[in-house]
Nanobody
Framework: QVDLVESGGGLVQPGARLRLSCAASGRTFSPRAMGWFRQAPGKEREFVGVINYSGLFTRYADSVKGRFTISRDNTKNTVYLQMNNLKPEDTAVYYC??????????????????WGQGTQVTVSS
C-alpha cells in the first residue's frame, strides 16, 4: 500500500500562508487521485479538496475554495496543499490520502484507502 507522510503544519496568525506537503512512498507506480482532509477537535473529518492522478484537475470544498490550491509533482511523488489567507476556522489536523480511483469524483472518506498521520495547522491571533 502507499505510505504517506504530511509535513509543513504549524502555528500561524490569521491571514498567513502555509504550504503542506505529502510525500508518498511504496506503491506509487500508478498515480491515483489524492485528497486532503482535515479534522478539528470534536468534529468529523472533513473533505478539503482532491486532485486527479495527473494534476490536471482539482476540486475543493466551498469553505476553502479560492484560498487553497492543491498541486502535485509526480516525479517527486509529492502532493501539496497551498493555504492562503488562513482563518481560525481552518485550525485542524490535515491529512492527505490516496484514493482508490484516479478522478476528482473521489471525495468521500470511503473513496480513500491510504492515509497519512496528519500535520497540525493552528491559526490563532
Amino acid at each position: 500500500q502507499v505510505d504517506l507522510v504530511e509535513s509543513g503544519g504549524g502555528l500561524v496568525q490569521p491571514g498567513a500562508r502555509l504550504r503542506l506537503s505529502c510525500a508518498a512512498s511504496g506503491r506509487t507506480f500508478s498515480p491515483r487521485a489524492m485528497g486532503w482532509f482535515r479534522q478539528a477537535p470534536g468534529k468529523e473529518r472533513e473533505f478539503v479538496g482532491v486532485i486527479n492522478y495527473s494534476g490536471l484537475f482539482t476540486r475543493y470544498a466551498d469553505s476553502v475554495k479560492g484560498r487553497f490550491t492543491i498541486s502535485r509533482d509526480n516525479t517527486k511523488n509529492t502532493v501539496y496543499l497551498q493555504m492562503n489567507n488562513l482563518k481560525p476556522e481552518d485550525t485542524a489536523v490535515y491529512y492527505c490520502a490516496a484514493a482508490t480511483g484516479t478522478s476528482t469524483n473521489n471525495d468521500k472518506l470511503s473513496d480513500f484507502r491510504s492515509w497519512g498521520q496528519g500535520t497540525q495547522v493552528t491559526v490563532s491571533s
